[in-house]
């Protein structure tokens, strides 16, 4: 059977990255400016990070669950990345250290939820505020800086350098993208994370390890937080106390606005993808139109709120 | 005598799909009608027109004489129509009688609740229904045949003139039914117009005055039951003669393929037995008594306390369903709903959640040409009706749904099934197909396991029939020996040795 291509089904199935076009068609016209290329990469190197963020978020919302503890982990993952650059330890063990440190903050949390039966939100937003504290204990509240060693300069590449004129981190992004989309779509745990969200219950009693999935979901997404606090820390050149506060906040909307359902089971990882752009597209037009940043927030929250209404209006007329 | 509701050559469309063509429905004052039909028939639409869920296209309802058109279930309730639907419609954190009240609870003048008067009246109702039960209990500690009666006290408490019950005794025992049945004898006696839908011709017989069949959007047949027998009935409902509804097939004696020594679990006392490969194992008892557990149990849902479980000749530890499907057990779960299939998700993916072991290697990547072609013949063997590969599970019928739900526990490709109320909520013919699949899984050499509250079913297709009660087995018997009356018997045998914690 030959299915004729329809377009009205595209549009509902699509509603994210319309209205990522929409958005994107609309500031043009406003300035002419915005499609050039310096400021679309610019607008992906600004975006990295929260897409990052918000994949690994996307793993854990699709198993139902919510992860509020990523602000903390990048700010702590940052803080010790930067004291081991610091003390010359070679890039690629300061790196994988520090991603390994991520995972293992998260697979706490996804312990907790997991084999103690506390709920997500409670869980991390009690990782959110310990590991806050580790950081002020480990920072004593300063900023940390990445020191004088010549391993510094090649970790500052891994925020503003660029490879063929696209900037590393937009290129790391894209690497994570891939392998979250090829996770998701073509893995056991990936069917496995979607069963879970699904319907807990019947993912159990076919035979899934739920709990293990579970702790892997929270792991994914603090190894993802930390590799952004690595961005992050690199492009600043110094870890800071508060980095990365709200971070999570920013995620979950773009995990939202990417058509992703927050009673689990059903989202897409290139919806996440959409919602993280049309966040960085947002803020990136709010500035160049000059809106004052107190207005900008009012703004944003407006267009979140707008897309998930019509997103969740579509799913339900479509039915 | 005038009719209470009568319904005149209504239509109804969903798009381009009928679904109702020129129904004529009466319902009339003091009688029970039974309303009839396979899934998808239409009665669950001709109950929303009634009760004001849906609006007609064409046609008139009157109802006590005036033409009526509710436009929300409000209306109709307040109007005087109460139905009781199959899948429970009680908030769990709320108590008993909250649940009774919910939306019109007695207030005061100022909007204080009267909770002395909820009280009062939720103990009137469900001693009604001979139901010694606290209206301040939380609804969600009682058991789903409790739950199932507080429904019908809410029901009642309206003091409706028509109430609809749709499979009211799906989730009661025989002893509740009875309660049941006697409360509608009351009813009728009253001059209230009942409507009676249910899968379980033998109910349609037993209580009810009328019958009216729908078939395809059809009203094929409305008149007194008595003026009509069981498979004019049931050819009313499929449009073709069913010549037999329990196919069966003798089993080849072959080698014990489960043994089950002193098995202690949660609401299993003691239970041992054996099972070969190639047979069908039914199990018999009232509901509570301790089947669905053994089958978990069993299968590795439930810890086992003690005992053994050995699958040919091998003793098994299984701890986890993971175990025991790894072990070589299907699972068919008795609720669909929540525990056997993701309602939002797509066929393919519901189906190859058990055995997707099956289609992926060390490094977890799933080979989805091999699953997809599985998926597909399953699909095409099962005849399961579908607009695609990845159509969402909750659009199929019942028995489609079930079909899903069984091909899933055989992806894995166990050795034993473990069937728990395989046709609950399936229709007659839909049904027919489900035993053949379970002849034909039992002549490659299957060792089946089947729980059924349906005795006919349970009588028609088991080589051997074993009775449990209160956690104990209290019978068994080969398929030449065993009659619906002894069954019974063992079924409230095991009730006086104490219960179950």
Same mark, same amino acid.
């Given at each position: 059977m030959k299915r004729s291509f329809d377009l009205k089904a595209f549009a509902l199935e699509n509603i994210p990255l319309i209205g990522l076009i929409v958005l994107m068609a609309a500031v043009s016209l406003y300035s002419p400016n915005f499609l050039s290329v310096d400021n679309l990469l610019n607008i992906l190197r600004q975006t990295s990070i929260n897409a990052i963020i918000a994949m690994g978020m996307t793993f854990v919302i699709l198993t139902a669950g919510i992860d509020l503890s990523v602000g903390s982990i990048l700010a702590f993952a940052g803080a010790v990345c930067a004291s081991m650059i610091a003390a010359d330890t070679p890039l690629m063990v300061a790196l994988l250290t520090t991603l390994v440190i991520g995972g293992a903050l998260g697979a706490a949390s996804g312990t907790i939820v997991a084999y103690f039966g506390v709920q997500a939100f409670i869980a991390t937003l009690v990782g959110m505020t310990m590991v806050r504290g580790l950081v002020l204990v480990y920072t004593d509240g300063r900023p940390i800086s990445t020191g004088n060693f010549d391993v510094a300069n090649s970790f500052y590449e891994v925020g503003g350098g660029y490879v063929a004129g696209i900037p590393i981190p937009v290129i790391i992004a894209g690497f994570v993208f891939l392998i979250c989309w090829y996770v998701l779509n073509n893995t056991r745990i990936g069917r496995y994370v979607y069963a879970i969200g699904g319907n807990e219950q019947v993912a159990q009693l076919a035979g899934v390890n739920v709990a293990r999935v579970k702790v892997?979901?929270?792991?994914?997404?603090?190894?993802?937080?930390?590799?952004?606090?690595?961005?992050?820390?690199?492009?600043?050149?110094?870890?800071?106390?508060?980095?990365?506060? +709200?971070?999570?906040?920013?995620?979950?909307? $773009? #995990? /939202? &606005?990417? !058509?992703? =359902?927050?009673?689990?089971?059903?989202?897409?990882?290139?919806?996440?993808?959409?919602?993280?752009?049309?966040?960085?597209?947002?803020?990136?037009?709010?500035?160049?139109?000059?809106?004052?940043?107190?207005?900008?927030?009012? +703004?944003?929250?407006?267009?979140?709120?707008? $897309? #998930? /209404? &019509?997103? !969740?209006? =579509?799913?339900?007329?479509?039915? | 005598m005038t009719a209470l509701l009568e319904l005149h050559a209504v239509d109804k469309a969903f798009g381009a799909v009928r679904v109702l063509r020129g129904v004529d429905f009466t319902?009339?004052?003091?009688?029970?009608?039974?309303?009839?039909?396979?899934?998808?028939?239409?009665?669950?639409?001709?109950?929303?027109?009634?009760?004001?869920?849906?609006?007609?296209?064409?046609?008139?309802?009157?109802?006590?004489?005036?033409?009526?058109?509710?436009?929300?279930?409000?209306?109709?309730?307040?109007?005087?129509?109460?139905?009781?639907?199959?899948?429970?419609?009680?908030?769990?954190?709320?108590?008993?009688?909250?649940?009774?009240?919910?939306?019109?609870?007695?207030?005061?003048?100022?909007?204080?609740?009267?909770?002395?008067?909820?009280?009062?009246?939720?103990?009137?109702?469900?001693?009604?229904?001979?139901?010694?039960?606290?209206?301040?209990?939380?609804?969600?500690?009682?058991?789903?045949?409790?739950?199932?009666?507080?429904?019908?006290?809410?029901a009642l408490s309206m003091n409706a003139e028509v109430i609809i019950m749709d499979e009211p005794t799906d989730s009661l025992t025989d002893v509740e039914t009875k309660i049941l049945f006697d409360v509608v004898g009351q009813l009728k006696a009253d001059g209230k117009g009942l409507v009676f839908i249910s899968h379980r011709l033998g109910e349609i017989f037993q209580m009810c005055d009328d019958v009216a069949i729908l078939r395809d959007g059809n009203m094929v047949h409305q008149g007194p039951v008595a003026e009509i027998d069981e498979d004019t009935l049931i050819r009313h409902m499929v449009g073709r003669e069913l010549s037999d509804q329990y196919p069966f097939v003798p089993a080849k004696p072959s080698d014990v393929r489960l043994k089950v020594e002193n098995l202690v679990a949660k609401g299993v006392r003691k239970m041992s037995f054996e099972a070969r490969a190639g047979e069908v194992v039914g199990f018999a008892g009232l509901v509570g008594a301790?089947?669905?557990?053994?089958?978990?149990?069993?299968?590795?849902?439930?810890?086992?306390?003690?005992?053994?479980?050995?699958?040919?000749?091998?003793?098994?530890?299984?701890?986890?369903?993971?175990?025991?499907?790894?072990?070589?057990?299907?699972?068919?779960?008795?609720?669909?709903?929540?525990?056997?299939?993701?309602?939002?998700?797509?066929?393919?993916?519901?189906?190859?959640?058990?055995?997707?072991?099956?289609?992926?290697?060390?490094?977890?990547?799933?080979?989805?040409?091999?699953?997809?072609?599985?998926?597909?013949?399953?699909?095409?063997?099962?005849?399961?009706?579908?607009?695609?590969?990845?159509?969402?599970?909750?659009?199929?019928?019942?028995?489609?749904?079930?079909?899903?739900?069984?091909?899933?526990?055989?992806?894995?490709?166990?050795?034993?099934?473990?069937?728990?109320?395989?046709?609950?909520?399936?229709?007659?013919?839909?049904?027919?197909?489900?035993?053949?699949?379970?002849?034909?899984?039992?002549?490659?050499?299957?060792?089946?396991?089947?729980?059924?509250?349906?005795?006919?079913?349970?009588?028609?297709?088991?080589?051997?029939?074993?009775?449990?009660?209160?956690?104990?087995?209290?019978?068994?018997?080969?398929?030449?020996?065993?009659?619906?009356?002894?069954?019974?018997?063992?079924?409230?045998?095991g009730l006086t040795e104490g219960t179950v914690e």
């Open positions: 892997i979901v929270y792991a994914i997404s603090g190894a993802l937080a930390a590799l952004a606090g690595i961005i992050l820390t690199a492009r600043l050149e110094s870890a800071q106390p508060t980095a990365g506060l +709200a971070y999570e906040l920013d995620a979950i909307a $773009a #995990v /939202v &606005l990417g !058509g992703t =359902s927050l009673a689990g089971g059903r989202g897409r990882i290139t919806g996440t993808l959409i919602g993280a752009l049309i966040i960085g597209v947002l803020n990136n037009a709010l500035n160049i139109m000059d809106v004052s940043s107190y207005y900008q927030m009012i +703004a944003k929250g407006a267009v979140i709120l707008l $897309a #998930v /209404v &019509l997103d !969740g209006r =579509s799913k339900t007329t479509s039915k | 319902v009339e004052p003091g009688r029970v009608v039974a309303l009839a039909g396979e899934n998808g028939a239409g009665k669950s639409t001709l109950m929303k027109i009634i009760t004001g869920i849906y609006r007609r296209d064409a046609g008139s309802m009157l109802y006590r004489g005036q033409d009526m058109q509710f436009t929300t279930a409000r209306q109709s309730m307040d109007a005087g129509i109460a139905m009781i639907h199959q899948e429970l419609n009680l908030l769990p954190a709320l108590s008993v009688g909250e649940n009774i009240f919910l939306g019109r609870e007695p207030v005061d003048r100022t909007g204080r609740i009267q909770w002395s008067e909820i009280d009062r009246e939720a103990r009137y109702w469900l001693a009604q229904l001979k139901q010694d039960i606290d209206p301040r209990t939380e609804t969600g500690r009682l058991s789903i045949a409790q739950q199932q009666m507080v429904e019908i006290a809410r301790g089947r669905t557990e053994l089958g978990k149990a069993i299968y590795g849902a439930n810890p086992v306390r003690s005992g053994r479980v050995e699958i040919d000749g091998v003793e098994m530890q299984l701890r986890s369903p993971r175990d025991g499907v790894l072990a070589g057990i299907g699972y068919v779960t008795e609720d669909r709903k929540l525990e056997g299939l993701i309602q939002s998700h797509g066929l393919r993916r519901n189906m190859s959640l058990t055995g997707l072991f099956r289609f992926t290697g060390r490094s977890g990547h799933i080979d989805k040409r091999a699953e997809r072609e599985e998926i597909t013949e399953y699909i095409n063997a099962f005849s399961i009706k579908t607009h695609g590969i990845d159509a969402i599970v909750s659009q199929l019928s019942g028995g489609n749904q079930q079909k899903v739900s069984i091909a899933k526990s055989l992806v894995p490709q166990p050795r034993i099934l473990i069937l728990d109320e395989p046709t609950r909520g399936v229709d007659v013919g839909a049904k027919r197909e489900i035993y053949t699949l379970i002849n034909e899984l039992k002549a490659q050499g299957l060792c089946i396991l089947l729980m059924s509250s349906d005795m006919p079913e349970l009588l028609g297709i088991s080589d051997r029939i074993l009775v449990m009660s209160n956690g104990l087995l209290t019978g068994s018997f080969d398929r030449d020996e065993a009659d619906q009356e002894t069954i019974m018997r063992c079924t409230v045998a």
